[in-house]
């Protein structure tokens, strides 16, 4: 069966929506859905599960994050096995009250009078699991690297939540994560009753989902650049599949400190080498060499220090010094609408009259001032207003 296809954000919106419906079906006593996320290795699984907590304000001790291939004993994934004893007791009135009780609890309960009626082997709670409150999300990280005991283990607890003697608290969701199957990942094959157990999409990544979660966390806009015009790096090849997003984050950390790229290539190879490889460390550096690093970022082409003339030749001399760049021209329109949409709070005359001029300017193509038009033009905050009551900008976004 064909899975559907995700990127990062509607995998959010997707797994928001299930844990908030999953809290109606409990209330009508159904049992809440479980969600896997397939995806390649190092693509944000748990990051993107992390976020949507926070969006929906789940405490941060309700986010459990279990790892099952790193699990070796399956009491540590259940709880561990415990003998339950049933009591009961005949009050003043003749009525027989009876409960299960473990049996570090059995002392207790003969003393205040109650005697056992019979017997069983349960399970204790696992200690994630112990004090945890409603409301939480339990992660099941690298499911179809795990043994098949511990899969086994985890059946009951996905299908109905609750595991022989104890259950999950109320408001709770289960998500898995698993690696594609077909060779490149050393992963069990599932069956298609594990499968049925749990609703399944596979996650992908993209230049622009990408970029999209890059400005957010607050990534070295050169860094960003680089993927923007070598989106390459973000896709599998054979012989490079240690190369990922998370791989490729782990190098841009690496050398956030660094100000001027040129003057530290040698420290960026080796670091490029160890944590992507010689391939993309290549173009890296060919990226460098060709000062792509060095683009105008939208601080410098807001700046009162430049005029709007100015403001056009720097982006010109990179936009069409040797032929219309369209990959340049679009990482410089993402660069301001970035800042424009979500980094910059006072939206004075100089700026309003400065996004009129990038329009009205040749310096980006017809396309890239569309898209920068529209974008502002719907912000919620109706701070670019202005621009639809400029004529001669209305009609060059219409042209």
Request: charged share 25%; with cysteine; glycine share 6%.
């Amino acid at each position: 069966m064909k899975k559907t296809m995700l990127n990062p954000e509607e995998t959010m919106n997707l797994l928001t929506h299930l844990i908030v419906n999953n809290k109606v079906l409990q209330e009508q006593g159904d049992v809440p859905l479980a969600l896997n996320i397939e995806g390649r290795a190092g693509i944000g699984k748990t990051a993107i599960v992390g976020q949507v907590c926070e969006r929906l304000n789940i405490k941060k001790e309700n986010f459990v994050v279990l790892n099952l291939s790193q699990f070796e004993e399956v009491g540590d994934l259940v709880g561990s096995p415990i003998k339950q004893y049933q009591v009961a007791k005949k009050n003043e009135q003749g009525k027989v009250t009876g409960k299960w009780v473990y049996e570090k609890e059995l002392d207790n309960y003969i003393e205040k009078g109650y005697s056992v009626t019979n017997s069983k082997m349960s399970y204790a709670e696992p200690e994630w699991i112990v004090g945890k409150t409603e409301g939480g999300v339990l992660f099941l990280d690298d499911y179809s690297r795990a043994s098949t005991r511990f899969m086994q283990a985890t059946m009951e607890l996905i299908n109905k939540q609750e595991y022989s003697s104890w259950k999950l608290p109320q408001g709770w969701t289960i998500v898995l994560s698993t690696n594609p199957e077909g060779g490149e990942y050393s992963v069990t094959d599932l069956d298609a009753a594990q499968k049925s157990r749990y609703l399944t999409v596979e996650m992908m990544t993209n230049k622009d989902s990408w970029i999209d979660w890059a400005f957010k966390a607050n990534i070295d806009e050169r860094c960003i650049a680089f993927v923007s015009l070598n989106p390459d790096v973000l896709q599998p090849v054979k012989n490079r599949e240690e190369v990922n997003p998370r791989s490729l984050h782990n190098f841009f950390k690496s050398i956030k400190s660094i100000a001027d790229y040129n003057k530290e290539l040698i420290t960026i190879q080796i670091l490029g080498e160890a944590a992507v490889g010689p391939e993309i460390t290549s173009q890296f550096t060919s990226f460098i060499h060709n000062k792509l690093d060095k683009l105008p970022d939208a601080k410098t082409i807001f700046s009162d220090k430049l005029t709007a003339k100015e403001v056009e030749k720097l982006i010109s001399d990179v936009v069409t010094k040797d032929g219309y760049r369209a990959d340049i021209a679009a990482v410089i329109s993402r660069r301001i609408i970035q800042y424009l949409l979500n980094e910059l709070v006072d939206i004075n005359e100089h700026i309003l009259s400065r996004v009129e001029d990038l329009i009205k300017s040749d310096c980006l193509g017809t396309d890239l001032k569309f898209v920068i038009g529209q974008k502002l033009v719907n912000d919620s905050s109706n701070r670019f207003k202005r621009l639809t009551t400029n004529k001669e900008v209305v009609d060059i976004l219409l042209e």
